[in-house]
């Protein structure tokens, strides 16, 4: 199994960025994923889950109201669109894959890792 991470990127206080996770190896509609995200010096945090057919989505208090988490079933591919961004959201966004059809919150519910992507927010 391989996930992708991509779409990260530099952006000023305020912006926009999409990330997206593109996965092989398995079938991909049978998964829950997440996004997590990793600050130099902090541990790994929650971001957002969504259960397999993406009926179902979570996301922590820190982000609510400003990020979105989705999925294309078609495309084998999880999206989380982040909008408002703020400089404390700036961290190493992480996609992962459960071996579950039902979200979850916690890093170790989650088997497959993606490698990351950097999202740096500016003053």
């Known amino acids: 199994v391989q996930l992708q991470a991509s779409g990260g990127g530099l952006v000023q206080t305020g912006g926009s960025l999409r990330l997206s996770c593109a996965t092989s190896g398995r079938t991909f509609s049978t998964y829950a994923m997440g996004w997590f995200r990793q600050a130099p010096g902090k541990e790994r945090d929650f971001v957002a889950a969504?259960?397999?057919?993406?009926?179902?989505?979570y996301y922590a208090d820190s982000v609510k109201g400003r990020f979105t988490i989705s999925r294309d079933n078609a495309k084998n591919t999880m999206y989380l669109q982040m909008n408002s961004l703020k400089p404390e959201d700036t961290a190493v966004y992480y996609c992962?894959?459960?071996?579950?059809?039902?979200?979850?919150?916690?890093?170790?519910?989650?088997?497959?890792w993606g490698q990351g992507t950097q999202v740096t927010v500016s003053n």
């Open positions: 969504i259960d397999w057919s993406g009926s179902r989505t």
């Open positions: 992962a894959q459960r071996n579950s059809v039902l979200a979850a919150m916690s890093p170790q519910d989650f088997v497959y």
